[in-house]
């Protein structure tokens, strides 16, 4: 079985501390915080009248359909996604930024998100 | 590449076609990249024109581009004239997937435009105060 093994990290103030600021709960668990930077929709980047926060989410159905792993750990979280398990929880110590391993089945038939034809309207 | 005809008919309707590829490359990824082709797509849907984008030789398709070309267009365009006047030709099964995730997003973030702008106002004053 071909895996694929990436890592990508910055420097940065790490995500629960942008979340913490967009929603200005100051307190909020850092758990928390990364949970809701996983879902649909959400954001902190000025959105200037265009939807945006699909990143996250996306890459989180794709790990998921992939049957992959990926591991964040943000100023004081930790998030776990793979085929079964989705989990986000408070981690020290702390990491100074942010840190995400992405394993990927590299094989063809783990590939495609959706392959089925779907004939309903796109909008 | 871009190519404008008039069908038959006394409607006079136009129809625009855009090679994707032309304007991005083989990545399309950007909300810059999506913006130009909002700017092209965009008076022609108002004006209730036919368009057709065409995505062969795109092998990338990233949310950000779909979000500034397509998911912007649902502002102020009823979902109705875009499923009849606005065609995807050649989009890969990942991007019919991106694509379909950011319809959704798009519908539900203008579904509430009191909401949406009281919150970009803010976060504008925000970072502004921040780089100030």
Known sequence: MQLLKLTVVDFGVGIPSNVRKYLRKRRMPAADAIRWAFQPGATTTPQRGISRGLGLDLLKTFVKTNKGKLEIFSDGAYGLVDGSTEQFVNHEPSFEGTLINITLHSDEAYYYLATEVNDEPWF | ?132
């Open chain 2, 1 to 132: 590449m871009m190519s404008r005809g008039s069908k038959g008919g006394t409607e006079m309707t136009q129809t625009l076609r855009i090679e994707v590829q032309q304007l991005t490359g083989d990545s399309a990824i950007t909300l810059d990249e999506g913006q130009r082709i909002y700017d092209q797509i965009h008076p022609m849907l108002l004006a209730d024109h036919d368009v057709e984008l065409d995505f062969s030789g795109v092998d990338i398709i990233a949310s950000p581009f779909l979000n500034a070309a397509i998911g912007h267009l649902l502002q102020d365009i009823e979902p109705d004239r875009l499923n009849r006047r606005l065609r995807f030709l050649n989009l890969a099964p990942t991007g019919q997937y991106t694509l379909r995730r950011v319809i959704e997003n798009a519908k539900r973030y203008y579904a509430d435009p009191k909401l949406r702008r009281a919150v970009d106002k803010e976060i504008e004053t925000l970072s502004q105060g921040v780089e100030a």
